[in-house]
């Protein structure tokens, strides 16, 4: 069976990232990246073999499967037996975004690396065809990134703390029912040993021991 082993990417306040990876993955195995992405965001991806025999195609037992779930299973994006691919698209839901790649089993074990490229946020905007499009000089396009970045953090600012008050009020319930279950766990043990005491004296006044 597969051995799955996932790289967990932490973010910081910037939902502006960028994830730039290079990873070896054996035959057989399977190799996930997660990101935390806020609805409506915009988030773009782009993977390929490295070949290490430039200039002679890739074997086809090199080639890999990649999919891109969202943390409510949905599907977003999969690749069945490629060397390259790209995927972009805007996030429904808040949550974590999973990429995972997996090279089929062989008899003869291979390692694959794979080269991965994942942008969320500002720095998923083509911000070369924004330029063109808006006919801004280098300056205005400057400050139009950094308004987006401001717009960016401001929104992620909201959105962490929502995720705060959702994971309070996740302790807050934890809470509350482990103190009823320990409770009625103290309730039965005395229930069990009412029984019992109650038991060993009937037992002995049947036997006329007491």
């Known amino acids: ?3 799955f082993g996932i790289f967990i990417v932490t973010l910081g306040l910037l939902s ?3 994830q730039s990876l290079r ?6 195995h399977t190799k996930c990246i997660a990101e935390d992405i806020k609805s409506n965001a915009m988030t773009i991806g782009k993977y390929n073999i490295v070949n290490l025999n430039e200039g002679h195609p890739l074997l086809d037992s090199h ?3 990649a999919r891109v779930t969202s943390s409510y299973g949905n599907n977003y994006h999969y690749g069945d037996h490629v060397e390259s691919g790209q995927f972009a698209f805007t996030a429904a839901e808040s949550g974590d975004y999973m990429t995972c790649f997996s090279v089929p089993d062989h008899k003869i074990p291979i390692t694959v690396t794979v080269d991965f490229d ?4 500002v720095a998923a905007k083509d911000w ?9 000089d280098g300056m205005e396009l400057e400050l139009k990134k950094l308004f987006d970045t401001v717009t960016s953090i401001h929104e992620e600012m909201f959105y962490l703390r929502e995720r705060e008050e959702e994971m309070q009020h996740l302790n807050r ?4 029912r482990m103190a009823w279950l320990s409770f009625l766990s103290l309730l039965v043990c005395l229930s069990v040993a009412g029984l019992q005491l109650w038991h060993l004296k009937t037992f002995f006044e049947r036997k006329k021991l007491l």
């Not at 994942?118 to 946020?121: A, D, L, S």
């Not at 319930?173 to 509350?176: K, L, P, R, W």
């Open 1 to 3: 069976m597969s051995e």
């Open 16 to 18: 502006s990232v960028v």
């Open 23 to 28: 990873f070896d993955i054996q035959s057989g």
């Open 63 to 65: 080639k890999i499967t």
């Open 118 to 121: 994942w942008r969320t946020g």
């Open 128 to 136: 070369s065809n924004v330029a063109k499009k808006g006919h801004i």
């Open 173 to 176: 319930v934890t809470n509350s």
